[in-house]
């Protein structure tokens, strides 16, 4: 029964195993154990078994030693498969924590050379039902600190003081059991200690990899139910498969010839592309640990590869979804000075991604920039996509503005995109595009590589590297043929968008020669650097005059309704608001408390309430590489706190674009 | 006085737990064997007494409404030390006990693997019964016979344990530790009968500068 129930394994589990170096193991974690674990059996077996030899270290000797090429060989004769699959199987086996490399501990692969293993003892082994307690790791951690003096690695240190943090009850009982249990190992002879710290190394290497570390013990994420479980036959589950079937003969079906050849064109076209498939140039770095494929097709590199531009070339969606695209796409938009299109389609992505606290200014500023009558950047939409869209903005959420996007999206893609791959602009792209020499490789050079796999930029910078881009965008905007707005600076995080070219002058309104009827929209924060206290305070003498005042100041406004919309949004912007309070402000409650102060505090979110404190400082200190000003909240709400502060009292441009919902709750208003 | 006395027994509950892991640990290893099986059973009997006194002196301690704060505060901390003790000792008689049956000791051909640890435990098991000698009186049939007694034993731990979350009144998550971070490092560890010895450990490449920390050091420890 042994005999036969272990070939039919083997068939089995030949059949598991995957030729690449780095076999797939998210399956055989459920069904791998228990066949591992007869396998280990049978190699432990004196006669039958891998041959063991004893381990020489500087005082000691250890017996059980095994080569990994003995291991491999073993398999291959053993299992009936060849070197490179009988490869594959070791490493699955050493991955897993079956077996544990003396040297180079943290690579868990089998290497087919005279480096040495050693089986792990039964305690130590994965099974599902024994999961992995932090409460050990902790006391590992602390058994480590007490060995090692307190020189832990960075990654255990900052585990060490994650697990501070959040075991803190617990603390107490980690310290003196680990105290306990290093006495206790004291207790053994010497070679059994040695190999029991090898041993426990080992665990924790396979349970708590590294960073940077591929872990076999990754199997997705915990389910409240099991999928492969029974369901129980209640009425409910019939009821259930009930509504399913229903609903799936309602549903719309495409025929599969349709559909399967659509399938087929798709892997044809991405069949070069895919990793997976095909060879990845220079080098996967998932299997040479060198990264030269993600240093050439970054974001923000100069010159794309051949891959990367033929990429663009499928389809006007891939071509925007890559950011290199993208800004190839918006030179050539550039240079057709057409580039408002691109600027609202990302504006609007920017409202669709951006956080809830912002949306509403957004909208505003996307409003004023490009949808109103006379904006700067005046995109052209259909009558009806308008009309739906204006009616969407007087309650602005996230997607009000989807159906303007979708019509300017599919504008560009059958006008713009066709120009794009006909013009000199990517021409030249591919021209200048590279096409990397393949990476080869020996052995030892990915040693050398895997030993030298360093952490790659923290997404903090990557992100303020970002932003200074977009600044840097901003300042030397495009030129729109729409646009005629001399009064308007960049605001920092619309600055995408914004593209304005000169920097504000005084207040007076000029005269612009070919659009005379459009006003200037200043931004509260230009208009805000502008500002002199004599004006305000002008402004604020002539405010309690009403109405005339303001029809005066607004001749051309006859098509938009009335004036006190223009007031409103005046005081407002005397009052130093930021976007961010405007809407707050616009609230009836609100008016009052406008009147009297002259900085409004924004709707800041409450403190966050702390917990009680616990006086637990990181026993480690780690330092992060990242520059001072830069922290961990989202960068939109700083960005406003920044502009509250800023923002002092103003005065107003003389005319402004008004939007057109603040009709609406102005009636409310105490005027 | 109430409090020293609950100290002293958690020590000892905190050693023979300590002592308790490192035998399982070596079961169904080359270093099992007939003896360790006995030891492994002594330790968790004395556990159990342990245990049983630690409950009953603790929860007369908590049941009494009429100690103070900072004493109630006190006898809270050592009851999460109290039950973290039970809950690793749950989990290692569980592992023993499926890792007993899976490498039973009277078979034919006997298949430990092959771990590279081949001494004894009786140092170990001394230790976490505090005496000097291990005294071994077991009959052949141990993994078996004890095995049975090893089952009940773990039912009754677990309805220990589960009786302790339910009855006494203490939130583990409010006690605040009074060992901060880096306090392992702080006490001597010369106490314990061990010998100066010399660890190396598996040798490694020197060259290991991918953080600040200096690991792998191809020399020689000395430990007291």
């Not at chain 1, 902790?138 to 075991?167: D, F, P, S, V």
């Not at chain 1, 009297?596 to 309430?609: F, N, Y």
């Not at chain 2, 006898?75 to 039970?86: D, I, T």
Request: include cysteine; charged fraction near 25%.
């Amino acid at each position: 029964m042994q005999a036969a129930s272990l070939n039919l394994l083997s068939k089995h589990l030949v059949g598991m195993v995957t030729p690449t170096s780095r076999p797939l193991l998210l399956l055989h974690i459920f069904i791998f154990p228990f066949q591992a674990e007869m396998i280990l059996l049978e190699m432990q077996d004196p006669n039958t078994g891998v041959r063991s030899q004893p381990q020489r270290l500087v005082i000691t000797t250890i017996p059980h030693a095994i080569t990994g090429e003995d291991i491999v060989t073993w398999l291959a004769d053993r299992l009936q498969i060849d070197v490179q699959e009988a490869r594959s199987f070791g490493s699955m086996l050493v991955a897993l924590g079956y077996i544990y490399p003396l040297q180079d501990h943290k690579r868990l692969v089998i290497k087919p050379d005279t480096s040495l293993y050693r089986f792990q003892t039964p305690y130590f082994w994965p099974t599902q039902q024994w999961p992995v307690e932090d409460t050990d790791y902790a006391i590992y951690l602390a058994k480590r600190n007490i060995r090692k003096k307190g020189l832990l690695e960075l990654y255990e240190q900052e585990q060490y003081n994650r697990l501070h943090k959040w075991m803190n009850h617990k603390w107490d009982f980690i310290v003196m059991q680990a105290k306990e249990q290093y006495r206790a190992a004291k207790e053994r002879k010497k070679p059994d200690r040695v190999v029991f710290d090898c041993q426990e190394r080992a665990y924790w290497v396979v349970h708590r990899p590294p960073p940077g570390t591929v872990s076999a013990m990754d199997y997705g994420l915990d389910r409240r139910t099991d999928p492969n479980a029974d369901e129980t036959q209640t009425s409910d589950y019939y009821e259930r498969i009930m509504i399913f079937t229903q609903q799936a003969i309602m549903r719309p079906r495409v025929k599969s010839s349709v559909s399967i050849g659509a399938l087929v064109k798709h892997c044809a076209t991405y069949i070069g592309h895919d990793p997976f498939l095909s060879a990845c140039l220079p080098s996967n770095p998932w299997l040479t640990d060198d990264t030269t494929y993600w240093n050439l097709n970054m974001s923000n590199v100069e010159t794309p590869t051949k891959m990367r531009v033929e990429r663009w070339t499928f389809s006007f969606k891939e071509l925007l979804s890559d950011p290199r695209g993208r800004d190839d796409f918006r030179l050539f938009l550039k240079k057709e000075f057409s580039g408002e299109n691109l600027a609202f389609w990302e504006g609007c992505e920017d409202l669709k991604w951006g956080t809830a606290a912002t949306m509403k200014e957004k909208a505003e500023q996307i409003y004023k920039t490009f949808l109103a009558r006379g904006a700067p950047r005046w995109i052209n939409i259909d009558g009806k996509t308008m009309e739906v869209t204006m009616k969407g903005l007087k309650h602005p959420h996230r997607y009000v503005l989807d159906a303007a996007q979708t019509h300017i999206y599919m504008l560009m893609k059958k006008d713009s995109y066709g120009r794009y791959l006909k013009s000199p602009v990517f021409k030249d792209t591919v021209k200048k595009a590279i096409r990397p020499e393949e990476h080869k490789f020996n052995d030892a050079q990915l040693e050398q590589n895997a030993r030298n796999r360093r952490p790659s930029l923290s997404p903090i910078i990557l992100r303020q590297q970002e932003q200074e881009l977009r600044a840097k965008m901003a300042a030397n905007a495009p030129v729109d043929i729409t646009q005629l707005c001399r009064f308007t600076t960049p605001v920092p995080h619309f600055s995408v968008y914004s593209g304005i070219i000169d920097p504000p002058s005084s207040n007076t309104s000029p005269s612009l020669p070919f659009l005379p009827h459009t006003p200037i929209c200043p931004s509260p924060i230009s208009v805000a650097l502008d500002s002199t206290s004599a004006s305000e305070r002008r402004l604020e003498a002539s405010e309690g005059e009403g109405e005339q005042n303001t029809e005066a100041r607004v001749p051309d406004r006859g098509n938009v309704s009335k004036s006190r919309v223009a007031l409103s949004l005046r005081r407002l912007l005397k009052r130093g608001c930021s976007p961010s309070a405007m809407f707050a402000s616009l609230s009836p409650k609100c008016h009052t408390a406008a009147a009297t102060s002259s900085r409004i505090q924004p709707i800041t979110p409450d403190e966050p309430s702390q917990a009680p404190p616990r006086r637990t400082g990181n026993f480690f200190q780690i330092k992060v590489d990242i520059p001072p000003e830069c922290r961990i909240y989202p960068i939109e709400s700083e960005d406003e706190e920044e502009e509250n502060r800023l923002a002092s009292e103003e005065v107003v441009g003389t005319e402004e674009i008004i939007c057109p919902w603040e009709s609406l709750t102005q009636q409310n208003g105490t005027g | 006085m109430g409090k020293e006395e609950c100290k002293t027994m958690l020590d000892a509950l905190n050693k023979v737990t300590a002592c308790y892991r490192h035998l399982v640990i070596a079961l169904g290893s080359t270093s099992d064997s007939q003896n360790l099986r006995e030891e492994l059973k002594k330790t968790r009997k004395k556990a159990q007494e342990l245990a049983v006194a630690n409950r009953t002196k603790l929860t007369s301690l908590l049941k009494d409404k009429s100690i103070s704060k900072e004493d109630r505060a006190e006898y809270e901390r050592l009851w999460v030390l109290f039950s973290s003790s039970m809950e690793l000792l749950e989990v290692d008689m569980k592992r023993s006990l499926e890792i007993g049956q899976e490498f039973p000791i009277k078979v034919p051909t006997r298949h430990f693997i092959q771990t590279g640890m081949t001494g004894s435990t009786n140092a170990v098991a001394a230790r976490a019964m505090s005496v000097q000698n291990m005294k071994y009186e077991a009959d052949s049939n141990i993994d078996t016979a004890d095995l049975r007694d090893l089952q009940t034993e773990i039912t009754q731990v677990t309805q220990m344990v589960e009786e302790m979350e339910m009855k006494v009144q203490v939130a583990p998550w409010a006690v605040v530790a009074k060992q901060e971070a880096g306090a392992e490092l702080k006490s001597n560890m010369s106490v314990g009968n061990s010998s100066v010895g010399v660890i190396s450990i598996c040798e490694e490449e020197p060259k290991d500068d991918e953080s600040g920390g200096i690991m792998y050091i191809r020399s020689i420890l000395f430990i007291k």
